[in-house]
């Protein structure tokens, strides 16, 4: 099994800047593509973003360009995510996953494991 933890969330102006971070433990291997998402309140969960650390590969949702940054620090099996410029839109359950494969995806369906999430709320 592979367990993920995700922190860093919080209440927080617009405007601020947060750096949330997912750790892996576990079965965990080097070669899972990992990817961000998040759930606002009525919402389904989105794609946020995704790292491919044999590749090198990141992608981001068009809604976050240029404001969300994923990084990943390989020797503690923890990858990032720093939200800058936060807007009330940005309010939400930020989560973690993990395929077992090296691939990009932006569907949920096709991640395996998954962290418990942490709360991002921005107010105005």
């Known amino acids: 099994q592979v367990q993920l933890v995700e922190s860093g969330g919080g209440l927080v102006q617009a405007g601020d800047s947060l750096r949330l971070s997912c750790s892996a433990s576990g079965r965990f291997r080097i070669n899972y593509f990992m990817g961000w998402f998040r759930q606002a309140p009525g919402k389904e969960r989105q794609f946020v973003g995704g790292l491919d650390s044999i590749g090198g590969g990141i992608y981001y949702a068009d809604s976050v360009k240029g404001r969300f940054t994923i990084s990943r620090d390989n020797a503690k099996n923890t990858v990032f995510l720093q939200v800058d410029s936060l807007i009330p839109e940005d309010t939400a359950v930020y989560y973690c996953?993990?395929?077992?494969?090296?691939?990009?995806?932006?569907?949920?369906?096709?991640?395996?494991?998954w962290g418990q999430g942490t709360q991002v709320t921005v107010s105005s």
């Open positions: 996953a993990a395929r077992t494969v090296a691939f990009y995806s932006e569907n949920t369906y096709d991640y395996y494991y």
